[in-house]
């Protein structure tokens, strides 16, 4: 019976566009050991929930296939490493650049040794930075940077995407969309409307302003980690009747929708072509106590995001290759 499940599984991962070879080879290993030459997997950070309750965190949520948890976050860390390098050394230089009279932090020699740290694998400065997160529920994998460090995780996804496009990257065999966050709160009106507010703002002040123009804008809102039945027995047990308030799309898209207008009053709701994207997502933190969740929040640009069905990251591999390779 397990030989007919799996020769049935082999046949629909080679129909959904893997090559044969590809998928023989993953089968004689288990999913988390395909990346294990390469880079070995990092143990959950346990205090996570805890700093997360405290502090907005920026990071990674990555969705991946059901039981393939493990193969995507070797994956990922294999795709972010390098591209939170660059990010970080293109700072380095604008900093170096722009302070000229001050000399550079990073000598020739250090940033060449962290360069071979980096290719051994073995030193790997974003291990200390950036820590997985455990998580209730699957299919889904969680990065996050301590609060002090808040890297530019929106620009690190635009590479990522730039370098698919032009292949200097592999299509990504485990990761199926990468989403920035920019950073987290519990799940409560205040707190959501203070960093949404934020984050608009350096949007804004990011963009080039025109005098005049509109601002067109769309909310997308995952929940992913909290089933209804879950959210009607919280509703149930609490002696708060508001305190999941939130978890309602609309009151959440409400509160939103003004703080987007607060900060750019001329704006309007646009769910086709929005030029700002907001996008609140539900993480399920393993950890977190009863009757509190923690959300990640986003602000991206139009050329980050598909607007149908529903508005949502970009997908890394895009539906038109998945339906070449299924054709072949």
Sequence with gaps: MADDERKEELGTEIAEGRDKEEVEKSDEMKPWEQHSAVISIPRFDYNA????????????????????????????????????????????????????????????????????????????????????????????????????????????????????????????????????????????????????????????????KETGKTVKFAVGYNRRGIEETEMKNLRKTSSDPDIFALLDRNKCFSVVAAAVKEVVPDSTVDLKDPELCVVVEVLPVSGVPDRTAIVGVSVLPRALVSTKPRLCIKALVSDTKEMNKKKR
């Design 49 to 208: 929930s805890s700093s997360l309750l405290r502090h907005s965190h920026s990071g990674f949520l990555i969705t991946c296939p059901i039981k393939r948890e493990k193969s995507a976050t070797k994956e990922a860390i294999g795709i972010l490493e390098k591209y939170i390098d660059s990010n970080r050394d293109a700072k380095r230089r604008k900093t170096c650049t722009e302070d000229a009279n001050k000399e550079c932090n990073v000598s020739g020699e250090g940033a060449a040794n962290e360069h071979v740290n980096s290719e051994s694998g073995t030193s790997m400065e974003k291990n200390d930075i950036l820590s997985l997160v455990k998580l209730t529920r699957s299919g889904l994998v969680l990065f996050k940077f301590p609060f002090d460090k808040s890297p530019a995780v929106v620009d690190i996804v635009s590479q990522i995407f730039q370098s698919l496009e032009s292949g200097i990257l592999k299509s990504p065999l485990w990761c199926n969309r990468i989403l920035p966050i920019q950073g987290t709160c519990c799940l409560d009106e205040k707190e959501l409307k203070k960093i949404v507010t934020n984050l608009v703002e350096q949007f804004m002040n990011n963009k080039q």
